[in-house]
């Protein structure tokens, strides 16, 4: 992946795609969320396990995670960044499935959220908090 320049005033997580990396995104989101007054983290730090876990298992090379305030309304923003190919979607319903269920809670959880692909490669989801 070729190197990513991030704006200095955006808090950003460089990750190593490791089983570590959803908790340290959790506490890198909880953390931020303190500084900036808000109590209530919960969906916050499941958004951004999810937003990551995806790009584990299924992106490549190092995970980005920024957060940021959006500046029309003040609402956290959560991004997630990695190197592979392909844009994540919400697969259907499967009863009998034992993992695919997490951008369905990301959709469920945030205000709004979204991915696009990246033109150094790779692809970006976010979610509204």
Same mark, same amino acid.
């Given at each position: 992946?070729?190197?990513?320049?991030?704006?200095?005033?955006?808090?950003?997580?460089?990750?190593?795609?490791?089983?570590?990396?959803?908790?340290?995104?959790?506490?890198?989101?909880?953390?931020?969320?303190?500084?900036?007054?808000?109590?209530?983290?919960?969906?916050?730090?499941?958004?951004?396990?999810?937003?990551?876990?995806? /790009?584990?298992?299924? =992106?490549? %090379?190092?995970?980005? *995670?920024?957060? +940021?305030?959006?500046?029309?309304?003040? $609402? !956290?923003?959560?991004?997630?960044?990695?190197?592979?190919?392909?844009?994540?979607?919400?697969?259907?319903?499967?009863? /009998?499935?034992?993992? =695919?269920? %997490?951008?369905?809670? *990301?959709?469920? +959880?945030?205000?709004?959220?979204?991915? $696009? !692909?990246?033109?150094?490669?790779?692809?970006?989801?976010?979610?509204?908090?």
């Amino acid at each position: 992946m070729p190197p990513t320049v991030v704006a200095p005033e955006v808090p950003t997580l460089v990750l190593e795609p490791t089983e570590r990396a959803p908790s340290l995104a959790r506490r890198f989101v909880a953390g931020w969320f303190r500084e900036w007054g808000i109590a209530d983290d919960s969906d916050a730090r499941v958004v951004v396990s999810e937003l990551v876990t995806n /790009s584990l298992v299924h =992106g490549e %090379g190092p995970i980005i *995670v920024r957060v +940021l305030r959006d500046k029309r309304d003040g $609402r !956290p923003v959560i991004e997630a960044w990695d190197g592979g190919p392909g844009l994540p979607e919400i697969k259907p319903e499967d009863d /009998s499935a034992t993992s =695919g269920r %997490g951008l369905l809670m *990301v959709s469920q +959880l945030a205000l709004d959220w979204g991915t $696009r !692909p990246l033109l150094e490669g790779g692809k970006l989801t976010w979610a509204k908090c």
